[in-house]
């Protein structure tokens, strides 16, 4: 019993979740936002509620921003951000340009048919390199929003070299340590075509650009039917994987809380996590949250995310990896497949309660979080400065 709980706390232990600043925002649909009075304004509140959910479940000592969202001030807001993270005890996590909201992007960025436009979204790249290299990140998450609507509109073969140079050039500048992370999406908001349409596009940017650069895999960004894992697997195979935005949806791109829908999913892909991590080259890969919470309330939500992640990291470590593989081998299919999914339906919640007790943290996060009165608290400061214009974050 004993080592059972060493391992578990173990596993626990080494699990890191990067939360990400847009998450506390005022976010909405393209119908529009629905505001809520403890919505994160400035990038301060956005440390301050990370910090709370830190406090909370342990998990999360990181922040994603966005450049355009959080730094506006580029390089000379660097030093600024520095002193929240320190105040708040929060580590900038990655940084996330914006090539997707500024009006000269209306027909791409890095992959616009004007030189002049392509130009301009590269120096944003580079700043975001630049300004990870100032704020102690490691990785650049690059999201392009560039593609078409209409069949014969671009030519897609041009927009791939464009694409190819404009990442040789910005891993050019990467210092040592440093990653680009690559992520793709197979529509929205171009309908017809998309730039970086899968993790096969993904793959052969990253490997154009150059070592430092891996794939991200956005659980919400692949068609309904997709095999997640598989794609995870692959990209562990072939040493690709650099990270995850990890949400839920039910239908496309809807940003929902991750294992609200089809948690089985998140526990098939930390299984391929966990089975990788015995064998072959240690993974390096970040965990990061990409979520917005139209109508739930934003620091209950990310609790209540993270809390679903201990769950399903916990349940998919419970795996008997020897004994599935002799199963696996002797294609015993109910008993393999009993196995796994007996694991997916252990309660792991009093193991948790009991790690969360050894390292100090409330045994219930969201009732402490309700108990500690933040989100009042916080929503009688920040009420006033709301607005429902602007970006989407
Ligand atoms: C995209 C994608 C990116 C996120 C933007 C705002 O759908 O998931 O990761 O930065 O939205
Ligand atoms: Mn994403
Ligand atoms: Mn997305």
Not at 107 to 127: K, T, W, Y
Not at 136 to 158: E, K
Not at 190 to 211: E, K, N, Q, S
Not at 317 to 326: C, E, G, K, N, P
């Amino acid at each position: 019993m004993e080592q059972t709980s060493d391992f578990a706390f173990g596993i626990l232990d080494r699990l890191e979740i990067e939360i990400p600043s847009w998450g506390f925002a005022n976010t909405g649909t393209r119908f529009g936002k629905f505001l809520q009075p403890a919505a994160a304004f400035t990038i301060e509140e956005k440390f301050a509620d990370a910090a709370q959910v830190h406090k909370l479940t342990g998990t999360t000592p990181t922040i994603a921003l966005h450049v355009l969202w959080d730094i506006p001030g580029g390089l000379a807001d660097a030093e600024a951000v520095v002193a929240l993270a320190e105040q708040y005890g929060i580590r900038p996590g990655s940084i996330n340009p914006n090539l997707f909201q500024d009006q000269q992007y209306k027909f791409g960025s890095l992959c616009h048919p004007d030189a002049g436009i392509r130009a301009q979204a590269l120096d944003h790249l580079l700043l975001s390199v630049k300004l990870a290299a100032k704020l102690g990140s490691r990785d650049i998450s690059l999201w392009l929003p560039d593609g078409s609507n209409y069949p014969g509109t671009q030519s897609i073969r041009h927009r791939i070299a464009w694409l190819e140079g404009a990442l040789k050039e910005a891993h050019a500048h990467l210092a040592p340590g440093q990653r680009l992370l690559i992520e793709y999406k197979p529509f929205e908001p171009a309908f017809y075509h998309t730039d970086i349409a899968d993790w096969g596009m993904a793959m052969h940017l990253a490997h154009a650009a150059g070592p430092q650069a891996k794939v991200l895999v956005d659980t919400g960004h692949h068609y309904a039917a997709q095999n997640i894992e598989q794609i995870v697997a692959w990209l562990i195979h072939t040493q690709m994987l650099g990270g995850f935005h990890f949400n839920d949806r039910r239908y496309a791109d809807d940003d929902l809380t991750l294992g609200s829908i089809d948690p089985y999913q998140v526990f098939r892909i930390f299984h391929e996590i966990h089975s990788a991590a015995g064998e072959g080259p240690p993974l390096d890969v970040a965990f990061m949250i990409d979520q917005s919470h139209n109508l739930k309330g934003k620091i209950e939500a990310m609790v209540q995310t993270i809390v679903s992640a201990q769950e399903l990291w916990l349940k998919a470590a419970l795996v008997d990896r020897a004994q599935l593989a002799a199963l696996q081998a002797q294609c015993d299919l109910v008993a393999a497949e009993e196995l796994f999914r007996s694991a997916f339906w252990t309660d792991v919640r009093p193991t948790l309660a009991a790690w969360r007790a050894a390292r100090n943290l409330p045994a219930d996060p969201l009732r402490a979080l309700s108990e500690s009165g933040y989100v009042a608290t916080v929503a009688s400061q920040r009420s006033g400065k709301q607005t429902s214009g602007g970006s989407y974050a």
